[in-house]
Nanobody, 121 residues
Framework: QVQLVESGGGLVQPGGSLRLSCAAS????????MGWYRQAPGKQRELVAG???????NYADSVKGRFTISRDNAKNTVYLQMNSLKPEDTAVYYC???????????????WGQGTQVTVSS
């Protein structure tokens, strides 16, 4: 079994910062890409930021220059540092990881349970 557990969401004022963490655990052989998605009420889930196993990153245009994604491969953890937060960043944030489980030959996508981020004064 593989689990992704997120933490770090909450309520923050516009212009503030939050740091999300997502730790993968279980029978993991290897982790490829990791990323953060978000889903606001009434909207589709969208990619916020992704990071490859090599460390290369990509961001949604709406968060470039404000959010930074990073990973600690030794801890199987991905982070999302969010600065200069805006009300439109309010959403449930989900982490995603492409994982090869021990004893298998197929990479699978796993998702965290989601963490609420609310930006409001």
């Amino acid at each position: 079994q593989v689990q992704l557990v997120e933490s770090g969401g909450g309520l923050v004022q516009p212009g503030g910062s939050l740091r999300l963490s997502c730790a993968a655990s279980g029978s993991i052989f290897s982790i490829n890409a990791m990323g953060w998605y978000r889903q606001a009420p009434g909207k589709q889930r969208e990619l916020v930021a992704g990071i490859a196993s090599s460390g290369s990153t990509n961001y949604a245009d709406s968060v470039k220059g404000r959010f930074t994604i990073s990973r600690d491969n030794a801890k199987n953890t991905v982070y999302l540092q969010m600065n200069s937060l805006k009300p439109e960043d309010t959403a449930v944030y989900y982490c995603n990881a492409r994982i090869l489980q021990i004893g298998t030959v197929t990479w699978r996508d796993y998702w965290g349970q989601g963490t609420q981020v609310t930006v409001s004064s």
